[in-house]
């Protein structure tokens, strides 16, 4: 099933007040649901995405998702709704993490992302990929 990126984005605005106003304290750029497909370049075409990244740059903290990237693996692994908004929902969660994270001077969930790429680049290059 495909969710529309509107209904992804209502979701998303739905999903996001649901959480403190405190996650959102200076991200000043928000949340963006972007077109984008990303694929990871890491991984040849069609295996692996990244759905959605936390930015601090010269234009602010923001993070990005990208609608795209979702879309293809909901196609890929036919996603019901509740996949399509379990998925959206962690990965709000996750680069909200890593918002806060940095504001902390923490990096623990970087760390376990740099881990767990490591083991899909092994498992991809052990012939054992998912995804």
Known sequence: ????????????????????AALFDELNGGVNLLEDTVPDPDFPPGE????????????????????????????????DRETWEAELRTTLSHELTHHMEQRS?????????AEELAAWRQEYESGDSAR
């Open 1 to 20: 099933m495909q969710l529309s990126i509107d209904e992804a984005e209502a979701f998303l605005d739905e999903t996001a007040e649901s959480f403190p």
């Open 48 to 79: 692996m995405y990244i759905l959605g990244e936390y930015c601090n740059d010269m234009m602010g903290r923001y993070i990005n998702l990208y609608y795209g990237s979702f879309s293809a693996l909901a196609q890929l692994e036919d996603w």
């Open 105 to 113: 001077g923490l990096h623990a969930l970087d760390d376990r992302d």
